[in-house]
C-alpha cells in the first residue's frame, strides 16, 4: 500500500470488494462480515438478493442498486460518499464482484480519484468448479458468458478452437444444452468436459466426459435444464511446429462462412492454423461459391 493509501485509509475513505456466497450462506466469511457490518453504504448488483443476505446477518445498511445499465452513472454517488471520509461496500448477486460481474468502471474511477481499493476475497464459481474438475489448471482461459444467439456462439467457439488451455464459461440453464451441441459441432465429440451445477447448493451436480457424454448426461437428467453452470472444457493439443497444414482448413473454413463474412472467417482461420490469410480468404471464396 503507498503512503497516499495509508492516508486515505486512516481518514476512512475506502471501497471493499467484497465477495459473497454463490450458494451456501456459510461460505462468507468471517472478514466480510466483519466489513459488511462496518461499512456505510452497500452498493449492491441488486439490492432485494443483497437485502435477503443482509437480513440473514442481521444488518441493515443504506443501500444503492449498482448494477450493468446504470454503473457509470454511480460513480459519483460512491465518490461523494468516499470522499466523506466514509467506506463503501461493492458486492455481486454472488460470488467475486467484477469476475463476469459489473463493478469494474467503479474500481477504476475510484482508484483514479486517489482512493484506496481493498479486496476481500471468498467464493468465486469458477475456481471452486476448476478445483474439482480434474483438468490442467496450470493455464485456464475464462470467457465468461458465450453470445446467446448460435450464430454468435458457434463462432465464438471457433476462435477458442485451437486455444491449449483449459477453457471456462458460464451459462445459464435454458441455453446450457445448446452449447453443449455446439461444443460438440466446433470442438468434436470426444473433447474433455466438466460442468458443475448449482455449486455448493443442496443439489450440487458434476458431469463430465467427453462432450457428446456430458450432452447425453444433461439430456437424461431430469433437472439438468436446472441452476446456473460452470462450463470447463480441456484445452486443444498442441500442434507441432510447422503442422498448420495439416488442420482440415476447408472444415474450418465451411464452418465459419455460414455465420460470418469470407473476410472475418479467413482472418480466424488464418489464426487457428497459422497458415496465410489471403490465401485462405481465397479458399473460403471458393468453399463459398460451391
Known amino acids: 500500500m503507498s503512503g497516499s493509501d495509508r492516508v486515505r485509509q486512516e481518514e476512512g475513505g475506502l471501497l471493499y470488494v467484497v465477495a459473497t456466497p454463490i450458494g451456501n450462506l456459510d461460505d462468507l466469511s468471517e472478514r466480510a ?92 464459481a469458477l475456481v471452486a468448479a476448476l478445483s474439482v474438475a480434474g483438468l490442467p489448471t496450470d493455464r485456464f482461459l475464462f470467457a465468461g458468458f458465450l453470445p446467446a444467439k448460435g450464430s454468435g456462439r458457434r463462432s465464438a467457439l471457433t476462435e477458442l478452437s485451437a486455444e491449449t488451455a483449459t477453457l471456462v464459461f458460464y451459462e445459464s440453464p435454458h441455453r446450457i444444452t445448446d452449447l453443449m451441441a455446439d461444443l460438440v459441432t466446433v470442438f468434436g465429440a470426444e473433447r474433455e468436459c466438466v460442468l458443475g451445477r448449482e455449486l455448493t447448493k443442496t443439489f450440487e451436480t458434476f458431469y463430465a466426459g467427453s462432450a457428446e457424454a456430458v450432452l447425453a448426461q444433461l439430456q437424461g437428467d431430469p433437472h439438468g435444464a436446472r441452476g446456473e453452470f460452470v462450463v470447463m472444457v480441456h484445452g486443444a493439443a498442441p500442434l507441432p511446429a510447422g503442422e498448420g497444414a495439416s488442420l482440415d482448413t476447408d472444415k474450418l473454413l465451411g464452418l465459419l462462412i455460414k455465420e460470418l463474412p469470407v473476410k472475418k472467417a479467413a482472418r480466424i482461420a488464418a489464426e487457428v492454423s497459422g497458415l496465410g490469410k489471403n490465401e485462405l480468404y481465397q479458399r473460403a471464396l471458393e468453399l463459398k461459391g460451391n
Do not use: W
Request: charged fraction near 20%.
Open 33 to 124: 462480515l466483519q466489513v459488511l457490518s462496518k461499512v456505510d453504504l452497500v452498493a449492491a448488483e441488486d439490492t432485494r438478493h443483497t437485502g435477503r443476505l443482509l437480513q440473514h446477518l442481521g444488518l441493515s445498511k443504506q443501500m444503492i442498486a449498482l448494477h450493468d445499465h446504470n454503473e457509470r452513472g454511480r460513480v459519483a454517488k460512491i465518490l461523494e460518499v468516499l470522499g466523506e471520509g466514509r467506506q463503501v461496500a461493492l458486492v455481486s448477486d454472488a460470488g467475486t464482484p467484477l469476475i463476469s460481474d459489473p463493478g469494474y468502471i467503479v474500481v477504476r474511477e475510484v482508484r483514479a480519484a486517489g482512493f484506496p481499493v481493498s479486496p476481500i476475497p471468498g467464493p468465486c
